[in-house]
């Protein structure tokens, strides 16, 4: 179910496509915050009534270990290595060299993705996407947090309860339609401002791998996420999602469905989504969330939505962070 979004100040999607030139299909030029994206979706009062969503005082941190996948689905990420040094008997400190910032749950920023046919988000140009620039950078989400309703979609719930499991060994696209009945299901209604989780069972399955067997997936190039298609952007954006994330490598599958609409418009993506919400949309996105825990409380309770706080690392200029993510239910 869809909660109306009648008097929404913000055009439809079908709207933004009809923008003109360069702005065709983008978000750009439409929050008062230039550089915070859909997290503007959540307002003052939305995050009062997500108070609502706290019932028995439980907890969850939603982000794996750092060095959980080493290995992992990335070709170059690797697990940082920490180092624990003293000065004297009383005195500990500590520090991590090599630290991908993405490497395990992690929060895309909105630099992250340059759009291959108009740029960065907000038409930003190129020569301010560098280290110590603050454009677009992922510590706009730390000095304001992102927090309000999260909804987690229990699509490897659904699909097991169909007698169906997701084929996780065949990197399976899941398409809107499950999404849809996955909601229907679970009787959610989603709400503008919503942080949307989707529940697939990825990382469990990946991290339950022997250290061969995840590197033979990593070495496949195949990976469970959502379906690339306009329809999919076209829901996100006119459910006003603030955010979207996943307990799989990419959120959205990988590789691209042979008829992803993206395939021209982002060619060095190989035709993902990443660019259309990222770099056009202002959309951010979490990969590798630790939903397992929170998922099977959810079941147990039958409450499906949380208070969902996220707080990247405050870094300037930051392309995207350990997400930082904790749901009070």
Not at 234 to 252: C, K, Q, T, V, Y
Request: glycine share 12%.
């Amino acid at each position: 179910m869809t909660e109306a979004t009648g008097g929404s100040p913000y055009p439809t999607f079908a709207e933004l496509l009809e923008r003109e030139g360069g702005l065709a299909g983008t978000s750009w030029g439409l929050f008062s915050e230039a550089d915070r994206g859909t997290p503007s979706f959540i307002s003052h009062d939305t995050i009062l009534k997500a108070k609502n969503c706290i019932r028995t005082g439980t907890v969850f941190g939603l982000d794996y270990a750092a060095d959980s996948f080493a290995p992992g689905m990335s070709l170059k990420r690797r697990a940082p290595r920490h180092t624990i040094y003293s000065s004297h008997p009383a005195h500990r400190d500590d520090y991590l060299d090599g630290y991908y910032l993405q490497g395990s749950t992690q929060i895309d920023g909105l630099r992250h993705r340059r759009a291959d046919d108009v740029g960065f988000y907000n038409g930003t140009p190129d020569d301010r996407i560098t280290e110590g620039t603050p454009d677009l950078g992922i510590q706009e989400w730390a000095e304001n947090p992102i927090a309000g309703r999260g909804v987690l979609v229990d699509l490897d719930g659904y699909r097991t309860g169909q007698g169906a499991p997701i084929d996780h060994a065949a990197g399976e696209p899941l398409g809107l339609d499950l999404i849809q009945a996955s909601i229907q299901a679970q009787a959610l209604t989603i709400r503008p401002g919503d942080i949307l989780m989707l529940h697939t069972g990825w990382c469990e399955w990946f991290l339950d791998l022997s250290p061969d067997g995840k590197r033979q997936t990593r070495d496949s190039r195949r990976a469970t996420g959502v379906a690339q298609s306009q329809e999919f952007v076209a829901w996100a954006w006119d459910h006003r999602l603030a955010l979207i994330a996943a307990d799989n490598f990419a959120l959205e599958c990988l590789p691209a469905v042979p008829g992803s609409p993206y395939l021209q418009s982002a060619p060095n993506d190989n035709g993902m989504m990443h660019q259309q919400l990222l770099a056009k949309l202002g959309m951010p996105l979490g990969e590798l969330w630790r939903l397992g825990p929170l998922s099977r409380h959810m079941k147990r309770t039958g409450n499906w939505d949380a208070f969902i706080s996220i707080k990247p690392l405050n870094i300037t200029g930051g392309t995207g962070s350990p997400a930082n993510a904790t749901a009070l239910t």
